[in-house]
């Protein structure tokens, strides 16, 4: 029960940071001139192990567990997200 509170509790968190926010690009970006000249990468000899992989039987002991379900009532985050007025600059 608390497992789910908190899973749901997690979900409603994440979408609120996806949508909780408005971004406008106010400038254009430009990279830095960079001027690179020569150089060598070192070389090196490796020698690796021989890895098999494979797949074997295995006989090994498990409990047996019955689960039954109910179904119960809990109180969720109720979240009501109200976003800015797209048509306004930002910081105005």
Known sequence: MIRKFVVMAAVVLLA??????SVEKTEEGSLP???VEGGN????DVETADVEVGTQTTTITTPD????TQTTTITTPDVNIT???EKKPPGQ
């Open 16 to 21: 609120m940071s996806m949508v909780a926010c």
């Open 33 to 35: 001139e960079v001027s």
């Open 41 to 44: 990468l070192p070389e090196y």
């Open 65 to 68: 567990i019955d689960i039954s």
């Open 83 to 85: 976003m800015p007025d």
